[in-house]
């Protein structure tokens, strides 16, 4: 069972930066899609990012030229580095991997970014 353990949250300005890291185990991580989901309170869980076997990215718009996805497929790491940080940027940040071939989901536990003005 694939296994996702994020860290690197934790509590910081407006404009300030936070470095995101989950590692995946349990995984032939080049068949997965990694990427990083959001849930602010009373808010539905929202795509933040995404980066696929290959290296392609996807980011919300919310987050363009502020975020950077990227994976180390030596590593089974996804990392999301996180610059020019909002208040509206406060959420838990789920780790999430994505089988390419039979799309099976899978979560981390989740870790707090919170953003003070």
């Known amino acids: 069972q694939v296994q996702l353990v ?40 929202e795509l933040v990012a995404t980066v696929s076997s290959g290296g392609g990215t996807n980011y919300a718009n919310s987050v363009k030229g502020r975020f950077t996805i990227s994976r180390d ?19 838990v940040y789920y780790c999430n991997a994505r089988n390419e071939m039979t799309s099976q989901f899978t979560w981390g536990q989740g870790t707090q970014v919170t953003v003070s003005s």
């Open 6 to 45: 994020e860290s690197g949250g934790g509590l910081v300005q407006a404009g300030g930066s936070l470095r995101l890291s989950c590692v995946a185990s349990r995984i032939i991580f080049s068949m997965y899609v990694m990427g990083w989901y959001r849930q602010a309170p009373g808010k539905q869980r």
């Open 73 to 91: 497929n030596a590593k089974n790491t996804v990392s999301l580095q996180m610059n020019s940080l909002k208040p509206e940027d406060t959420a």
